[in-house]
C-alpha cells in the first residue's frame, strides 16, 4: 500500500539553529500533503496545507516565516523549523493525500512522525 | 467549521472488559469521511477505519465495531474484550477536505 515517509525521525538542535524535516510519498504523487503538529499528550493539530508548486496555505496562528514550507515535487514536502526555541519541541507529522479515481475521493496517508527537541 | 469532540479523556478498564470510546462531530457539509486511529507510544498513527457520510453501516473487525449514527452525528468505537495491547491514543477525525483531529481518548487496559 501507499507508505509515507519522514526524515529524520528525531532530530536534537540548539535553539536558534534552523532544522528542516523531509515528507516523501514513497509509491504515489501526492499534490496535496499536509503539516500536523503534535504537543505531548494532546492531539494532532494541523500547521498547514501544501499543493505541489504553490505556496502553503497556513492555519490560523501558525508563523509562516517560522515555519517553511516546501513542496517542489510531488513526491516531497520539506518543513523547515527557523531559529527553533525550545517552545517549537514537538512531535511533527505530515501527510498526504492522493485522489482514489472516484469523484471527490481520495486517500489520506500519514508518515511516522518526526520528534524535535530544542535544547 | 468541523469540529470533532470525544467524550472520555482518559479511560481505564481491566483485561476483557467491553469498551467505548465516543465520538461526536460537527459540519456543514453533506459529503465527509470519518475516521479512527490508534495511536501507540511509538507515536505512528495507526489507521483504523474509514467511513464516508453515506455510508452508515456499522462495521465490525474482530474485537473492534464502529456504530455511525448520523442523527446524532456519532461515530462511536467499541473493543470487545479488551487486551492489554489494546492501550493506547485513540483519536477519531473527521475529514472534510483536511482531517480534523479530535483530542483523543487515552485507553488503558489493566491486566
Known amino acids: 500500500g501507499a507508505v509515507v515517509s519522514q526524515h529524520p525521525s528525531w532530530v536534537i538542535c540548539k535553539s536558534g539553529t534552523s532544522v528542516k524535516i523531509e515528507c516523501r510519498s514513497l509509491d504515489f504523487q501526492a499534490t496535496t500533503m499536509f503539516w500536523y503538529r503534535q504537543f505531548p499528550k494532546q492531539s494532532l493539530m494541523l500547521m498547514a496545507t501544501s499543493n505541489e508548486g504553490s505556496k502553503a496555505t497556513y492555519e490560523q496562528g501558525v508563523e509562516k516565516d517560522k515555519f517553511l514550507i516546501n513542496h517542489a515535487s510531488l513526491t516531497l514536502s520539506t518543513l523547515t523549523v527557523t531559529s527553533a526555541h525550545p517552545e517549537d519541541s514537538s512531535f511533527y507529522i505530515c501527510s498526504a493525500r492522493i485522489p482514489t479515481g472516484t469523484s471527490n475521493s481520495y486517500e489520506q496517508y500519514f508518515g511516522p512522525g518526526t520528534r524535535l527537541t530544542v535544547t | 467549521a468541523q469540529k470533532v469532540t470525544q467524550v472520555q479523556t482518559e479511560i481505564s478498564v481491566v483485561e476483557k472488559e467491553d469498551v467505548t470510546l465516543d465520538c461526536v462531530y460537527e459540519t456543514r457539509d453533506t459529503t465527509y469521511y470519518l475516521f479512527w486511529y490508534k495511536q501507540p507510544p511509538s507515536g505512528e498513527l495507526v489507521f483504523l477505519i474509514r467511513?464516508?457520510?453515506?455510508?452508515?453501516q456499522n462495521e465490525i473487525s474482530g474485537r473492534y465495531s464502529w456504530n455511525f449514527q448520523k442523527s446524532t452525528s456519532s461515530f462511536n468505537f467499541t473493543i470487545t474484550a479488551s487486551q492489554v495491547v489494546d492501550s493506547a491514543v485513540y483519536f477519531c477525525a473527521l475529514n472534510v477536505w483536511n482531517m480534523r483531529f479530535g483530542a483523543g481518548t487515552r485507553l488503558t487496559v489493566k491486566p
Open positions: 467511513r464516508n457520510s453515506f455510508d452508515e
